[in-house]
């Protein structure tokens, strides 16, 4: 069975519910205050090994309460862990502000992530084999993600990069075979005057196959069969949208490690990114792989 190892971020969420996000030098009450567990490497470890992948996270935590308590959650999910490793620094942490509308906005101090070291993702990525997926964001130090492309690509491993947030990277020299970004990510990586279909073809050019997420558009993927959009598939309700897009490419790994198939493995992505929303916190959702067929199934209905 093939391994999704992730190579990414645990960060504590700190999530405020209020009427709506405050403006510059403005202050707003709250309706509530909540600990979560977050950070875009362990949403997506998660999100990958609910749908079905044995899931292996590499990161880091502080030696404080917070390491603990998303150690504790992790292993609960059924992530292996034996690639978290203890730092000097605090765990990371994410506050996160939700609106009425289940919008977010968030601050992430990264404390321990950023103390992962290219070294440490060589050495705990020695037993990638050939049909694994190695997955990684831009929550952690570029020199742990060009490591992690190096050790998948000498193992013949698919290295796949959630480029979030957008990160200094030479991206056409990590041989990515899929680029996962959002529309306002896509902008940041080339020119703002292209269409979001010519900025997925340009982005091409820089790995295998792409991936732009457009919310309630769906996705478009440009690969070798060309330029394919994929109806975005319905939420049944929105509640919090924290986490969506990481749900959405742990889904995505997950799939695609079963057979390297871009569009089944991106409409999983959008299946557990509609299911992620409808339920409060990163990773309180249930996107496991029953429940995403039963998306997929429900919208082919329709």
Known sequence: MPTVWVVGSINEDVVAQAPRAPGPGETVLGTSIKYGCGGKGANQAVAAARAGAHTILVSATGDDDAGS???AALDATGVDTTGITI???PTGTAVITVD????NSIVVIPGANATITGTAVEVALTAVKA??????QGEIPRRAIEAAAVAARRAGASFALNLAPVIPLELA???VDVLIVNEHEASLLVRRDQTIEDRATTLRSLAHAVVVTMGARGALVASSAGLTHLPAIAAQRVVDT???GDAFCGALAARFAKDRDILAAANWGLAA???AVAAHGAQG???SAPAIENALAAASAH
């Open 242 to 244: 924290t986490g969506a």
């Open 69 to 71: 308590r998303q150690r």
């Open 173 to 175: 020299q990590l041989s």
């Open 285 to 287: 959702a249930d996107t």
């Open 100 to 103: 009425d509308e289940g919008e």
């Open 131 to 136: 049909d694994d997926v190695v997955l990684a």
């Open 273 to 275: 990114g509609a299911l």
């Open 87 to 89: 730092s000097d620094q």
